[in-house]
């Protein structure tokens, strides 16, 4: 044995003794021992603090009855569970993202946009059901657990060689460990989503049924990416790790038929789209409106509309409209105000060596323009910007063009922004699921026609309905729009 290998091999010794002798736990749902370096006590303690930062970026979705008959699904189901003595929380988020996701300790959760995707009340148990099984199975501690030993070991390495590669090469291979739950841990949330699912009464296949939801909306995805001549954004969330044809998984929901209640519960899908009559579809009052290429802020109190046939998104953090073709496109952004300035020392301040700076008015606001040298997704190029002040907040409007400066177009949308008009605060209301019973001779395409939805209507209206991508309703049959 070398010399460098004997540091080593010491370092790895003592903290092997230190694993060995606190690392162990008995696991709730196998009854084997798992390596973790927290106690139950810490599990609780770290769902508390990290619960108080969930609902910082994303708030209760206020809707006491909704949130009511999620709660009560959920502690249906943690009652059958294998850590049923833990006190659950289940929330839905005020969030138009499609996602679910558990914290250690018992804190659930589910957003009201993977809810807007729902058809039947088996589906909402089946998004718990695999959620609770991360939490029971203590997914998060043991992958935690993981990371830091990996860490360490990388650490002890680096010091006992003397070595960063060392270290580095550690470290990567925790990375690699820890980037997710990975396929085994998801199909053992799979395995035990669907056991608890049996036996509260379910069909446990309607977990595959799930699966199929989030797959359709994956294919939309690629579908829209292609037309708009971009990269899919893909989907790393609940169940992303599987098609719903895997045989594993097809086993592992299949074995949960073995329990005596697996399919007692009778399935009403209208009582359960009762549930979701009036809820809140995309983004909210608080993140703005689109309605076609007008966008209308109640809570900031301005409106401003884009050029004819551009697509127009709502990102979290700014206004994205993108011309037909991918040629050109405009980005607006907030700032907080925090000195007393003029629109143009704004502005110069804002992009160094500003040309072409004029003043602009716009219906209600002072701004100032100008050009400016940007990095943009066409590379570096001279790009029309601009500035509009609105109480203490700067709107911030940059543009990039394939070829030459968006002057036309750009001029236009930033002279229509301006305060709300009183007819238009109705406009600037969230979007909500509305219940219909579908007529002979409805189709998609036509309730499309007459929906507030901005972009796909028909696709997405497909989507809500669990018909994509070319169904269509049947007469009588309660389905879901948007107004």
Not at 164 to 185: E, W
Not at 242 to 253: C, M, S, T
Not at 289 to 313: C, S, T
Not at 361 to 368: L, R
Request: charged residues 20%.
């Amino acid at each position: 044995m070398g010399i460098v290998n004997k540091y080593i091999s010491l370092a790895l010794g003592a903290l092997t003794i230190v694993v060995v002798s606190s690392g162990c736990a008995t696991n709730p749902v196998s009854g084997g021992k798992d390596f973790v370096l927290m106690s139950e006590d810490q599990e609780l303690e770290m769902g508390r603090q990290y619960h108080q930062e969930v609902l910082k970026e994303m708030p209760v979705y206020e809707h006491p009855e909704l949130q009511a008959y999620v709660n009560r699904i959920g502690q249906e189901l943690a009652e059958k569970s294998h850590r049923h003595n833990l006190i659950y929380r289940f929330t839905v988020l005020d969030s138009p993202t499609v996602n679910a996701f558990a914290l250690p300790g018992g804190y659930i959760y589910i957003t009201r946009g993977i809810l807007a995707y729902m058809n039947s009340e088996a589906h909402l148990a089946g998004v718990l059901g695999h959620e609770l099984g991360h939490v029971t199975a203590r997914h998060s501690v043991r992958q935690q657990s993981t990371g830091t030993l990996i860490q360490i070991l990388g650490a002890a390495a680096t010091v006992g060689t003397g070595s960063r590669a060392v270290g580095d090469l550690s470290n990567m291979l925790g990375s690699a460990l820890i980037s997710g739950y990975g396929r085994k841990m998801e199909l053992e949330a799979d395995r035990l989503g669907a056991e608890y699912l049996a036996n509260t009464g379910y069909e446990p296949d309607e977990m595959i049924g799930v699966i199929g939801i989030l797959k359709s909306q994956e294919q939309f995805e690629i579908q829209r990416a292609k037309e708009e001549n971009r990269e899919p954004r893909a989907y790393h969330g609940l169940f992303a790790t599987h098609p719903a044809n895997d045989r594993r998984l097809q086993e592992v929901i299949g074995a949960a038929k073995k329990f005596p209640s697996s399919g007692t519960r009778s399935d009403q899908p209208d009582v359960f789209l009762q549930h979701l009559d009036g809820l809140v579809f995309g983004p909210g009052e608080n993140q703005g409106v689109l309605r076609g290429n007008r966008f209308y802020h109640r809570k900031l109190d301005f409106a401003i509309e884009f050029p004819p046939n551009w697509r127009v998104e709502n990102q979290p953090d700014r206004l994205l409209a993108i011309s037909k073709g991918n040629a050109a496109m405009m980005q607006v952004t907030l700032r907080d105000l925090n000195r007393r300035q003029t629109p143009e020392q704004f502005l110069r301040n804002e992009f160094d060596g500003l040309q072409q700076g004029q003043a602009l008015t716009t219906e209600t606001f002072p701004g100032f323009t100008g050009v400016a040298q940007l990095n943009t997704p066409f590379g570096r190029k001279y790009s029309r910007v601009a500035t509009v002040f609105h109480e203490n907040r700067a709107f911030i409007i940059a543009s990039a063009s394939k070829q030459g400066i968006v002057n036309r177009p750009f001029f236009d949308s930033v002279r229509s922004f301006r305060r709300l008009h009183p007819n238009e605060y109705r406009l600037a209301e969230s979007r909500r699921i509305q219940l219909v019973r579908a007529r002979p001779g409805d189709t998609f395409a036509q309730l499309a026609r007459n929906s507030n939805l901005s972009n796909y209507a028909e696709a997405q209206l497909r989507l809500l309905n669990d018909m994509y991508p070319s169904g269509e309703p049947k007469p009588g049959q309660l389905i879901k729009i948007v107004r």
